[in-house]
């Protein structure tokens, strides 16, 4: 059986602030199968074209509300839920964002649900353009 699409193939793009490129971004869906509170996540390793990128410059928006990794474990809030199904926003800080072509991304999702004895990891990997 084929895993279901991750990444919305129109959410890479680079992010502009005050003319200068700060970084990048994109859209995907939780791999898991239910919705979970931010709090659950313990790491978001993104890797574009083999370069991992830092942890402190991974940034996950919900609700419109945005949250470095480590903000998520202090948010206990249900206003903050990624939804099964539901995009959410990955911002990469990254000072003149990614080269205009294409570019290979491996997301690994890393969430400890309270119920589970183990923390669950699933990698995810696309190719894409900008």
């Known amino acids: ?3 279901r699409p991750v990444f919305d193939p129109n959410g ?3 992010v502009v602030k005050d003319g200068q490129t700060t970084g990048f971004e994109f859209a995907c869906k939780l791999q898991y199968y239910r919705g979970i509170t931010l709090s659950i996540i313990r790491e978001m390793k993104v890797t574009i074209d ?3 990128m830092p942890k402190e410059n ?3 928006t919900v609700n419109h509300e945005t949250f470095s990794l ?3 474990r202090t948010v206990i809030s249900s206003n903050y839920r990624w939804e099964f199904g ?3 926003g990955i911002y990469v800080k990254k000072e003149g964002g990614l080269s205009k072509g294409k570019h290979h991304i ?3 999702q890393h ?3 309270s119920y589970m004895p183990f923390p669950l990891m699933k990698n995810c990997e696309a190719d894409f353009e900008i």
Do not use: H, Q, R
């Open 111 to 113: 969430i400890a649900p």
């Open 86 to 88: 539901e995009y959410a």
């Open 1 to 3: 059986m084929a895993g």
């Open 12 to 14: 890479f793009k680079n």
């Open 70 to 72: 480590e903000e998520c």
């Open 106 to 108: 491996s997301l690994l």
């Open 50 to 52: 083999g370069e991992e």
């Open 58 to 60: 991974v940034f996950i």
